[in-house]
């Protein structure tokens, strides 16, 4: 019983130290996807304000971290304990 | 059973008011890096839904204090300075949405600081009780979400949802005149300001300008000449660098085809800026602030929703608010140029639909939608950040409601008196929060080393770098010396957070207790309570 009590908290900790991996990848990811878009907007030559296909790229960069964004939480975002965590 | 309403909490703090308000703005002054701000307030939304909701409901009502009393019950005196932020954040966060509530009482014939204060007393009577504080909570998030979605998405049906196009339109013209048939050169409109101060319109070329009855105006030549006096019903011919100086809703009529005062010189300088303040520094500075300050905020706890879909719906619908709210933005630089003048608040953005004809006979509500959403979502996130408000006072035992009363007061007073938009406070809260709860925020969910002294020490220096950067760059703004150029320096004044918040996190790691945990051990009982998803009560004491 003390074994299996053990385990239990063994695996709970194995279950906190992925997901706090998983959180990290998450939030470097968007950390990223942020400083990519701000290396553009201060970029020299005003870099953001060329158009492509009739919008700033900076719009477009804008967009690009909205959707890095909105995949992050679909793919690492929070999870409930009924869904298995790898 | 927690109401699904309860995922529109984040969106309603994030894009507060005071936020959506500074957006719209932005947009129509410098269309390159107006993006950035909604970008990073939608990062902060995806970090707190990591960050804090991971794996689950985090079920603990206000903020980084009852969070780390929730993992330590013995934390005492370290919670002192986290507390004093906390408090402090949350003030300053009302006063920012108050401050919105005065803008928005400026486009009505009422006193706005009547509003305000009326405003402040009904959000202090409604936090002091959990049932009406919910409902309003509630309703208020639900109006302000339709405000922020509903009327933007009919004016892309009525006109048209390539925005692409619409860009390069607004990008293209060679300049922005008042057109053909409007009321400004037609009847005549009222010109407004922020506060109560005068409206100067300082013109660029040669331009017959009327201002109407029962107002009148002062008119400061370019030759240098002694300004004069202009009475109502006057027509003027105006010249390139003239400057006509008339009191807030004073009815001017301006000459269709000639450029609109205070616009872009052409959709290029919409673009590019002459004068943009985009340097790298500044970019960091603002994306930390907003991105990291979100973290803690009072109340943001409560804006994730129940369980972690709901966490997830909720920063997905601040992402998608962001994107919502630089289409506002754009639409009303293309329909409505004339908005320039006078200056841009930004609550004119959101009078667009009011503007719009093809909207018929629904331009009106969807107008009164829009801006009573801005007001519902002040209300709203003011309510979830009074919920954050510290109520334990030194040397007494139980809650007390003087610092909810305290924090209204002294909001509704500066929101309501002071000239101040409600951007400052709310990037003074973020960046407070930012400099001294972040950190916390963040270790307390996840590291099993820290300890709540190391907690307290680290939000002490980042409230004390914060404090006294805030006052240095606040000395030199008064004018005893001169400001820093461009830099590091300049950065620093204007962005505590980039240097209180990793100096708050390097002390509070370098303070935690050595190292005691193998692979192998169990992890702590409360981190572990932490983080149950399956359990919707506060942790036991």
New interface residues.
């Given amino acids: 019983m003390t074994t299996a009590r053990s385990s239990e908290r063994r695996s709970r900790r194995d279950a906190f130290v992925r997901r706090r991996a998983r959180v990290l990848v998450g939030s470097t990811t968007v950390a990223i996807a942020l400083g990519m878009l701000g290396a553009l907007l201060a970029a020299p030559g005003d870099l953001g304000a060329i158009t492509w296909a009739g919008v700033g790229l900076a719009w477009w960069g804008a967009l690009g971290t909205l959707t890095v964004e909105a995949l992050v939480l679909l793919v690492v975002g929070p999870r409930g304990a009924g869904r298995r965590e790898r | 059973m927690t109401p699904p309403t309860r995922v529109l909490r984040l969106s309603a703090l994030l894009l507060s008011p005071a936020a959506l308000l500074a957006l719209g703005a932005w947009l129509l002054e410098d269309?390159?890096?107006a993006?950035?701000p909604?970008?990073?307030l939608?990062?902060g939304?995806?970090?707190v839904?990591?960050?804090l909701?991971?794996?689950?409901r985090l079920p603990i009502p206000g903020g980084v204090v009852e969070l780390t009393s929730a993992r330590w019950v013995d934390a005492g005196p370290s919670l002192v300075p986290l507390s004093l932020a906390q408090g402090v954040t949350a003030f300053l966060f009302v006063w920012a949405q108050l401050a919105a509530v005065r803008e928005l009482a400026e486009m009505t014939d009422l006193w706005p600081p009547a509003v305000v204060v009326l405003v402040a007393v009904g959000l202090v009577m409604a936090a002091s009780t959990d049932l009406s504080r919910e409902l309003l909570v509630d309703a208020g998030a639900v109006v302000a979400l339709a405000g922020l979605v509903v009327p933007v998405l009919a004016i892309l049906l009525v006109t048209t949802p390539a925005w692409?196009?619409v860009?390069?339109t607004v990008?293209a013209r060679p300049r922005l005149t008042f057109p053909e048939g409007g009321a400004w050169t037609g009847e005549g409109a009222p010109v407004r300001a922020r506060g109560a101060t005068d409206v100067v319109l300082t013109f660029t070329e040669d331009q017959r300008v009327t201002v109407l009855a029962p107002g009148s105006g002062h008119l400061d030549s370019r030759e240098g000449s002694r300004g004069r006096d202009v009475p109502a019903d006057t027509e003027l011919l105006l010249r390139p660098g003239d400057r006509l100086v008339v009191a807030p809703g004073t009815r001017v009529r301006f000459e269709p085809g000639r450029r609109i005062p205070g616009a872009p010189a052409s959709g290029t300088d919409w673009?590019?800026p002459p004068e943009s303040g985009?340097?790298?520094w500044s970019?960091?500075g603002l994306?930390t602030t907003l991105?990291l300050g979100a973290l803690g905020i009072p109340g943001i706890h409560a804006g994730l929703g129940a369980?972690?879909?709901g966490?997830?719906v909720a920063?997905?619908l601040v992402?998608?608010g962001?994107?919502l709210a630089?289409l506002w933005g754009l639409y009303a630089a293309w329909l409505t140029p004339e908005i320039y003048v006078g200056g841009v608040a930004g609550v004119e953005v959101y009078e667009l639909p009011g503007r719009v004809a093809a909207l018929g006979p629904l331009a009106g509500p969807f107008r009164i939608l829009a801006l009573g959403g801005l007001a519902a979502g002040g209300v709203a996130s003011a309510l979830v950040v009074l919920g954050g408000v510290p109520r334990h006072l030194p040397g007494r035992s139980g809650g007390s409601r003087m610092p909810l009363i305290g924090a209204g007061a002294i909001g509704a007073t500066v929101a309501a008196f002071s000239p101040v938009g409600p951007w400052a406070p709310l990037l003074t809260a973020f960046a407070l929060a930012a400099s001294s709860l972040a950190p916390a925020a963040l270790l307390t969910r996840?590291s099993e080393r820290v300890t709540p002294r190391s907690l307290g020490a680290g939000a002490a220096v980042g409230l004390l770098l914060f404090s006294g950067l805030t006052l240095a760059a606040l000395w030199l703004h008064a004018g005893p010396a001169d400001a820093p150029g461009p830099g590091r320096l300049a950065a620093a004044l204007a962005w505590p957070a980039l240097l209180a918040l990793p100096a708050n996190a390097l002390v509070a790691w370098l303070r935690v207790s050595p190292p005691g945990a193998s692979?192998?051990?169990?992890?702590a009982d409360r981190?572990?309570e932490l983080?149950?998803?399956?359990h919707d009560a506060t942790p036991r004491r």
């Fill in positions: 269309a390159t890096r993006p950035w909604g970008v990073a939608a990062g939304a995806v970090f839904a990591l960050l909701a991971n794996p689950g692409p196009r860009w390069a990008a673009v590019s985009g340097d790298g970019l960091a994306a991105a369980g972690p879909r966490a997830r920063a997905g992402v998608a962001a994107g630089l996840w692979p192998g051990s169990p992890l981190l572990t983080h149950r998803a399956d």
